[in-house]
């Protein structure tokens, strides 16, 4: 194949569609009920155009992850110049890195993209639901001490918040006191704008927490859904999120939109896969 140049001229400013751009950096599923096809299909459902940089490669089914092969760094480094060099987008969400590079190269595409971190979210994938990890130790720190200086929005779970600020538990009553902790931790590499928002899937009552940057403290008040289509969850939560925080939402609304939107699609989700399968991320034009 004879290869094209991506970069344009000097001449030539990047493209603004009409159509709002939003970009996705995370891992393929082949299930596509997370990853970049469930994130892809959020971004249609809320009438946003997706482009993805794909960072892993996955061997898995609704029935768990077998293995992870990592894109090369520097194919990660190239797809989003050249994705840069071509349009910007209006927001980026972040989802599995795998490797320590992968961090590097994106914390360093964010530092020279001039997308505003305000609409940057990272839901960070440290693990699968099955205990695999997904991001190196070395990785982790890196998103601690360099990406984290880059977006305005971080969607942990618990489990994810008890790594990302060295717990080793969380409960509903420390959550508020961890989320404090990892917008601590994102000051110190130099962002003060973080907001938190902690995903409470595995409460009791699956109430989601948002820390302001001003520490203005809001539980969301969540619904439980009885379904067993819940792979994937956190990643169209990220990427509702980053589709809201697009449409012009204030942080609280657009937590609120992105928290009603998952549980819509749950409640319309159908069976997909003997596993945990996806929830309908396009029930809006489901004609079931």
């Not at 006191?177 to 928002?197: D, F, P, R, T, Y």
């Not at 820390?211 to 792979?231: I, K, M, N, R, Y």
Request: glycine residues 10%.
């Amino acid at each position: 194949m004879k290869e094209a140049a991506c970069k344009p001229s000097n001449s030539q400013p990047n493209s603004v569609p009409e159509t709002p751009i939003a970009l996705t950096i995370a891992g393929f599923d082949p299930s596509s009920s997370a990853g970049i096809t469930a994130d892809l299909k959020v971004f249609a459902a809320h009438g946003i155009y997706g482009m993805a940089c794909i960072t892993a490669l996955t061997v898995q089914s609704t029935l768990g992850v077998q293995r992870v092969e990592a894109v090369a760094p520097a194919t990660i480094r190239e797809t989003l110049d050249c994705l840069r060099d071509d349009v910007l987008p209006m927001g980026v969400k972040i989802g599995m890195l795998a490797t320590s590079e992968a961090v590097g190269e994106v914390a360093n595409f964010l530092s020279q993209s001039g997308i505003h971190r305000s609409r940057v979210v990272l839901d960070p994938v440290l693990r699968s639901s099955s205990g695999r990890e997904l991001l190196s130790p070395a990785g982790i720190e890196r998103l601690r001490s360099e990406l984290l200086a880059f977006v305005g929005w971080v969607t942990p779970n618990l489990d994810e918040l008890a790594v990302l600020t060295g717990n080793e538990t969380l409960n509903r009553e420390s959550i508020p006191s961890a989320a404090a902790k990892l917008q601590g931790i994102a000051a110190a590499a130099g962002n003060s704008e973080l907001h938190v928002l902690v995903t409470g899937g595995h409460l009791e009552r699956p109430d989601d927490f948002l820390l302001s940057p001003d520490g203005q403290a809001t539980w969301l008040e969540g619904e439980h859904v009885d379904t067993e289509a819940t792979h994937g969850t956190g990643c169209a939560l990220s990427s509702a999120l980053l589709c809201q925080l697009i449409a012009g939402k204030n942080p609280l609304a657009a937590a609120e939109g992105a928290k009603a939107y998952v549980t819509a699609a749950l409640k319309a989700a159908y069976k997909v896969g003997r596993g945990r399968g996806p929830m309908d991320h396009l029930y809006k034009w489901a004609s079931r």
